[in-house]
Nanobody
Framework: QVQLVESGGGLVQAGGSLRLSCAAS????????MGWFRQAPGKEREFVAA????????YYADSVKGRFTISRDNAQNTVYLQMNNLTPEDTAVYYC?????????????????WGKGTLVTVSS
């Protein structure tokens, strides 16, 4: 059974940084795409970033490109989202998701597994 557990959320001032972690278990994820999505109050869930576990190819939403970095640690079975230069518009619950595919997936409806999310609040 796949389990994804996010951590690292919290309150930060605008311009600050946070690093989110997603601990993955229950499978060998070498053939998986891992993604970060977020959902702000009153808004739909949106794509943030994705990474192919094998090879490490990445893809970002335009809104976070140049500020956020997705990475993975094979030994720890963990995916990270380093978030820099945060703005109040980044405030949301951030979710880790996984799909068994060799493509980089950005559609939330296509993801197979989800974590419970971690809240990021950016104050102005």
């Amino acid at each position: 059974q796949v389990q994804l557990v996010e951590s690292g959320g919290g309150l930060v001032q605008a311009g600050g940084s946070l690093r989110l972690s997603c601990a993955a278990s229950g499978r060998t994820f070498s053939s998986y795409c891992m993604g970060w999505f977020r959902q702000a109050p009153g808004k739909e869930r949106e794509f943030v970033a994705a990474i192919r576990w094998s090879g490490g190819s990445t893809y970002y939403a335009d809104s976070v490109k140049g500020r956020f970095t997705i990475s993975r640690d094979n030994a720890q079975n963990t995916v990270y989202l380093q978030m820099n230069n945060l703005t109040p518009e980044d405030t949301a619950v951030y979710y880790c998701a996984a799909k068994q595919t060799l493509r980089l997936e950005r559609l939330s409806t296509n993801m197979d597994y989800w974590g419970k999310g971690t809240l990021v609040t950016v104050s102005s």
